[in-house]
């Protein structure tokens, strides 16, 4: 395996636990109660596995790709941060406001919410990436 691909495939592994990690705590404490008090005759009684493993698997690629960017040597904490809070921004707006558009009573709340944890959770775990792994890489590199 070349340099490159491995270091693409160790980020992902990186963002994935720490996008996981995140993302339940919100869900866990601050999205469960949301959802319920606001949208909870839409909320199925069970996720639908099949659909959240995808989203995670292709919603991490994103991350890795637009905000770690493992194998953009030149890029800047800023730029990636940037990259991942911008790449957040419009994942979450698509579902959002799409759901705004086109669901009966679908309180703004819930839309604007969700987008602004879109931008604020991709930069959050951008960054504690890009830290991990500087910090790793320079380890592997001194040995």
């Known amino acids: 395996m070349n340099t490159r691909t491995k270091r693409w495939?160790?980020?992902y592994a990186v963002t994935a636990v720490i996008?996981?990690?995140?993302?339940?705590?919100?869900?866990?404490?601050?999205?469960?109660n949301l959802y319920q008090s606001q949208i909870g005759h839409?909320?199925?009684?069970?996720?639908?596995?099949?659909?959240?493993v995808a989203f995670y698997l292709i919603?991490?690629?994103?991350?890795v790709?637009?905000?770690?960017?493992?194998?953009?040597?030149?890029a800047?904490?800023?730029q990636r941060v940037t990259g991942a809070?911008?790449?957040?921004?419009?994942?979450y707006a698509t579902w959002a406001l799409t759901a705004f558009a086109v669901l009966k009573d679908f309180p703004a709340v819930v839309a604007v919410t969700d987008i602004l944890w879109g931008a604020a959770a991709c930069s959050l775990v951008t960054w504690l990436t890009a830290t991990v792994l500087r910090r790793f890489l320079a380890k592997d590199r001194a040995s």
Request: proline residues 6%; charged residues 10%; without cysteine.
């Open 9 to 11: 495939l160790i980020s």
């Open 19 to 32: 996008f996981a990690v995140l993302d339940l705590v919100w869900i866990s404490f601050v999205a469960s």
């Open 42 to 52: 839409l909320i199925a009684p069970r996720p639908n596995a099949a659909g959240a």
């Open 59 to 63: 919603f991490v690629a994103g991350m």
């Open 65 to 74: 790709h637009y905000g770690v960017r493992p194998n953009d040597a030149h």
């Open 76 to 78: 800047t904490m800023r």
């Open 85 to 91: 809070a911008l790449f957040g921004f419009f994942t």
